[in-house]
């Protein structure tokens, strides 16, 4: 394998990158700023950028592009599936919408994995719930869908084998975890509460057509991460 660096807003510098490959694993994004502006570059502009030198240098590949959960609306009557219709308001969901359909535009050959929330092996994802949950005033019963890195890892090995070929998929373990089960594993704490949940289906999504299309968890629980040393 040959190392290429390159910028997904410097096209030119994307030939190299991509020429005569057969397979695209997109997995560049920016999430983490305060500066909307730069996550709509690195995520809109950057994909197309991406897709443009696909098409005229690479044209057969196969390009798999990492997306999120966060599309799902917080108000759903049941856990997020892939066909739902989607609208979200905040930046990085919203230009991750927008960078899918324009890779379902392309006339490539396309994947796209919303995952959920990303954890394992000391990436300290785990260790931002306390701070997201005080952010975003979450409710300790509420349930969040998880996915391990092995299991990203899977998925896209999974989909550049060609079993996800121009769909869009959930990928997810097999039980969501509450919130203040959550801070417990983590060693943190959370004040309980017996008021009713206002937004049940929070941050759940539904992994059933993943599992149909013969994709199973390697990591299936957080429970088995504990088990096995993979936080």
């Not at 997201?132 to 979450?138: D, G, I, T, V, Y």
């Not at 998925?155 to 998929?169: K, P």
């Not at 017996?194 to 937004?199: D, H, M, V």
């Not at 759940?204 to 629980?221: C, E, N």
């Amino acid at each position: 394998m040959t190392a290429f660096e390159a910028d997904l807003l410097d096209p030119i510098s994307l030939k190299a990158a991509v020429e005569g490959v057969t397979d695209i694993v997109h997995l560049a994004a920016v999430l983490r700023t305060q500066n909307p502006d730069d996550i709509w570059k690195a995520n809109l502009e950057g994909t197309k950028n991406l897709i443009e030198a696909a098409k005229q240098y690479a044209p057969e590949a196969r390009i798999v592009m990492a997306s999120t959960s966060l599309v799902y609306s917080a108000d759903s009557p049941y856990p997020g599936l892939e066909d739902d219709a989607v609208d979200p308001k905040m930046a990085y969901p919203a230009s991750k919408v927008a960078a899918e359909k324009e890779l379902q535009s392309s006339g490539l050959n396309w994947s796209i994995l919303r995952f959920a929330f990303v954890y394992g092996d000391d990436d300290g994802h785990l260790q931002q719930i306390p701070k997201l949950a005080e952010l975003f005033k979450w409710h300790p019963a509420n349930k969040l869908s998880l996915v391990h890195h092995r299991d990203i890892e899977a998925a896209v090995r999974f989909a550049l084998d060609g079993g996800m070929d121009r769909r869009i998929v959930n990928i997810v373990d097999e039980a969501p975890q509450s919130i203040y089960e959550i801070m417990g594993i983590i060693g943190a704490t959370m004040e309980s509460s017996a008021e009713p949940l206002s937004n049940p289906w929070f941050g759940q999504i539904d992994g059933s057509l993943a599992r149909s299309l013969g994709l199973k968890a390697t990591v299936a629980t957080i429970h088995q991460a504990v088990r096995e040393g993979a936080l």
